[in-house]
């Protein structure tokens, strides 16, 4: 598999009460092998297995299962200084955005820190309150940051209102934040895969014909598409597009060649373009391939055609 | 009656120039003795001799004596920039008493930066702190300019806020950071490169981590203790919090240790973060009595920490309407405000006094409520908490303060450092001309406190007083004329107003019988001058528990 040694991480944010710790405590007892590390803002509301506690100490607790959780109340700088230093390092960092803070904030450090790698921002509201709070004088700009900066909108708590309200509180969502994909949910139960990005899927791609295919799951509501061609992109224009990209689109990946990086794994997520530079040694003989996750309609195979008509250097499809 | 038989054995007799008491009873005296580091008498030299103390120690004949200064907020960061060098725009003193000059252009800055260079090893980051791009209008600073200082070298500049950072090349290529680091975090060119300007903690983190995040480890390190304690002895400060602190056991043990060393020139007062406690009031409470033994004349603990919101400059501050004068959307919270009245109410009621930071007017008024409702609910009187800068109140609110007994320490240097950006950016000129109202609060009777919230702007009373005084802006523009407070007014603040916002008025902020012996020397008296030379007052020195600490230079 294609990697770049960077660890993901995603950012949970969401106001107080929606359900983040509860998505939590559900990613860490039931995790698959993952060895996940999570940054929460207070010990005192997770709720962890005693039998899954392997030691407690200080800011951090470890688990059984190889996951930990590591306090952020002395400093978000702290704490991931203190994950990124375990040996071996986590396969995925998950860190707890306050009830109250913008996780855009937050998630940027993925973009910026070389041993990280920004896999999603997902934003927990709740059907009971989001529309109250999004209309609260005090609450509505830190609610507009919050589902603003997620890739993904986890609807909780449908089970406590009615259908009818389900499909209000969604057209309020929706008619506020264009069509930010929406997850609905019970109890903050979301299929792990939803939430962890892997890296390239596959082995290297090994067609050279352009090739674009489909893919759904019975878990979860959402499509992939898959591209692979040969030729060179522009980086300066696959930045630009892939800013661009619908609101439907929650995760983007890719093995690509660019004009400026030669071969690159690119991902895009947080709203924002990732360029990941691999070893060289890797390299030869790269065929480009491009992975889009989406909610359908607005998530469909136009996205990435629309990516290599504007992006492909001149003479680069053949 | 024999009135020698009555002196004790270790008394001192200071005889000054004059002594400004702050206490009404008795404001003015020219000897003052001290006895197992209290103050055992006030007067003349009469007053002395009642004591059966005859022979006066006269090194401060030609000087002023006043109460030690009370520096209100602040933070041990103070001692670890010092680590570094200082860049700011205005001089200031370091803790070796050294006049560090202002650096009025970013070339000046350069030139700093190589002359510093030359005491490096050869593989040591470059770090600079106190710049402030405020001042050069639209030029910034950028990769072009500190990579003249050095190509190979990482160099990091912090910025005065502690919220940005400019870094050379050498240091964007080791935090990995290029043309496609595609976050707002990180400034670029018209051309797409970074200009190595770094804002907030995401764009900071890899250089945070690179450096070993100085500020969050080391500021209860003996190094840093000991370079705070300078700082504030050459601004006449006897009694100095530290205004957010985890409480870690180990820290506050050590802590504890080096405070009570003879030669530590000042006393500490760390307020608990009540932001790492969140909720979780009996947390902080045990958390506190664990730390009880660690106690002692030098070093209070018990006071809590909240934050509301963040700064105006930084346009994070809650406003109500109408809001930023540029018309930047609305600030953040740092506690949600649907959280302030429970945990404001479980601190109130276990009897702890509360330092609650607000800047912006509606973070005000959140704060005010959850008071409001906690002191309704539990009637207690004499509680002091304590509105901390809240800078934008309007007298409807300081109003509110009297009726609940709330005292505020108001950000008066924030009038001169930012007071011009404030009447054309943030605030507008209504609006600046309101901010850090002393004279409605005193109107209203609310206890003042004045403060420089050191690191971020520089400690020094004396000068928090001219600005509380003058409200005059670094263009020299003055901010609500009649918002002025007399010298008179402002040297309380400074003293008795602190000791009052931090419980202590029985025990510092007056040459009284009883209290600490714990005095600032100065060359000239404050009253004798007119408002606008308070500034250039000169702090000789400091008497600690009835000790003379020593100043190099001064």
């Given amino acids: 598999m294609m990697t770049s040694d960077k660890i993901p991480l995603t950012v949970i944010g969401g106001f107080l009460g929606s359900g983040k710790t509860t998505l939590l405590n559900h990613l860490l007892s039931t995790t698959s092998g993952r060895r996940i590390a999570v940054l929460v803002n207070d010990f005192g509301q997770i709720n962890i297995d005693a039998q899954l506690i392997a030691k407690h100490e200080g800011e951090t607790i470890s688990l059984t299962n190889g996951c930990v959780c590591c306090s952020i109340g002395s400093g978000l700088d702290a704490a991931l200084i203190e994950v990124l230093e375990l040996t071996p390092p986590p396969d995925w960092i998950v860190i707890e955005a306050s009830g109250v803070s913008d996780p855009a904030r937050i998630a940027e450090v993925g973009l910026t820190d070389p041993s990280l790698r920004l896999a999603g921002v997902v934003t927990v509201v709740s059907a009971e309150d989001i529309v109250s709070q999004g209309n609260d004088p005090l609450l509505q700009e830190t609610i507009v940051r919050q589902v603003s900066a997620a890739d993904l909108l986890i609807l909780n708590k449908v089970d406590l209102v009615c259908a009818k309200r389900v499909i209000e509180v969604k057209d309020y969502l929706t008619q506020r934040f264009d069509a930010v994909p929406i997850l609905e949910a019970r109890n903050a139960q979301v299929p792990e895969d939803i939430l962890f990005d892997t890296e390239l899927g596959r082995d290297r791609a090994s067609e050279s014909a352009v090739v674009l295919h489909r893919s759904t799951d019975s878990d979860h509501p959402f499509v992939s598409y898959t591209w692979t061609g040969p030729g060179v992109f522009s980086a300066e224009r696959l930045m630009t597009c892939l800013k661009q990209l619908p609101r439907a689109v929650i995760r983007m990946k890719g093995l690509v060649v660019t004009d400026y990086h030669g071969p690159v794994l690119i991902s895009f997520a947080g709203r924002r373009a990732q360029f990941h530079a691999i070893d060289s040694d890797q390299t030869s003989g790269v065929v480009n391939q491009l992975v889009c996750i989406g909610l359908p309609p607005g998530c469909d195979e136009d996205v990435l055609h629309h990516i290599v008509e504007h992006c492909l250097l001149a003479g680069g499809t053949t | ?554």
């Fill in chain 2, 1 to 554: 009656m024999t009135n020698a038989h009555n002196r004790p054995a270790d008394a001192v007799a200071y005889q000054a120039k004059n002594i400004l008491t702050m206490n009404p009873a008795q404001p003015f005296a020219t000897h003052v003795a001290v006895s197992e580091g209290k103050i055992l008498a006030v007067g003349d030299a009469d007053s002395m001799k009642a004591w059966g103390i005859t022979d006066f120690d006269t090194r401060y004949k030609d000087q002023v004596l006043m109460p030690g200064l009370i520096e209100g907020h602040c933070h041990l960061h103070e001692g670890v920039v010092w680590r570094y060098v200082y860049v700011g725009y205005y001089s200031r003193k370091g803790p070796d008493g050294t006049e560090w000059s202002g650096l009025t252009s970013i070339e000046a800055v350069i030139e700093r930066l190589k002359e510093h260079q030359e005491k490096l090893e050869a593989d040591e980051v470059l770090v600079g702190w106190g710049f402030d791009p405020i001042y050069f209008g639209s030029r910034r600073m950028s990769v072009k300019d500190l990579d003249q200082v050095s190509t190979s070298r990482k160099i990091v500049i912090m910025h005065a806020s502690m919220h940005l950072m400019n870094v050379n090349t050498a240091t964007l290529n080791a935090a990995g950071i290029d043309r496609f680091t595609d976050t707002e975090g990180v400034v670029k060119f018209d051309d797409g490169e970074p200009t190595g300007e770094l804002l907030e903690f995401a764009a900071m983190f890899p250089v945070t981590k690179m450096l070993g995040n100085p500020f969050r480890t080391l500021g209860m390190a003996r190094e840093s203790l000991e370079r705070f304690g300078k700082v504030a002895q050459y601004a006449g400060v006897t009694t100095a919090t530290d205004l957010v602190n985890e409480l870690p056991v180990d820290g506050i043990e050590s802590l504890s240790r080096i405070t009570a060393e003879p030669d530590f020139p000042i006393r500490i007062v760390p307020a608990a973060s009540g932001m790492l406690f969140d909720k979780d009031v009996e947390g902080c409470l045990k958390r506190l009595q664990e730390l009880e033994e660690f106690r002692h004349d030098k070093l209070h603990l018990g006071i809590v920490k909240l934050v509301v919101d963040g700064s105006i400059q930084g346009f994070t501050a809650r406003m109500r309407w109408p809001g930023y004068f540029n018309g930047s959307e609305n600030g953040i919270w740092v506690v949600p405000p649907s959280d302030l009245p429970e945990i404001v109410e479980g601190y109130h009621k276990a009897g702890l006094q509360l330092h609650i930071h607000t800047n912006g007017d509606e973070a005000t008024a959140v704060a005010l409520e959850a008071l409001e409702r906690a002191i309704t609910l539990h009637p207690r009187p004499d509680h002091r908490h304590t509105l901390q800068h809240c800078q934008m109140a309007d007298r409807a609110q300081f109003e509110k303060m009297a009726e609940l007994g709330v005292c505020v320490n108001l950000f008066s240097n924030h009038l001169f450092y930012w007071g011009d950006s404030h009447y054309e950016m943030t605030m507008g000129p209504d609006r600046a001309n309101r901010m850090n109202a002393c004279r409605t609060a005193l109107d209203l009777g609310v206890p003042v406190a004045i403060h420089s919230d050191a690191p971020i702007t520089p400690m020094g009373p004396l000068f928090t007083a001219w600005c509380a005084v003058n409200r005059q802006t670094a263009s020299g523009r003055v901010l609500g004329e009649s918002e002025r407070i007399s010298v008179q007014d402002a040297l309380y603040a400074i003293t008795m107003g602190a000791a009052h916002t931090l419980h202590m008025n029985d025990r510092i902020g007056s040459i009284e019988v009883g209290k600490f012996a714990d005095f600032c020397v100065v060359d000239q008296n404050p009253l004798d001058m007119s408002g606008d030379k308070l500034k250039d007052i000169k702090v000789l020195g400091t008497v600690l528990g009835g000790r003379p600490t020593t100043l190099d230079g001064a």
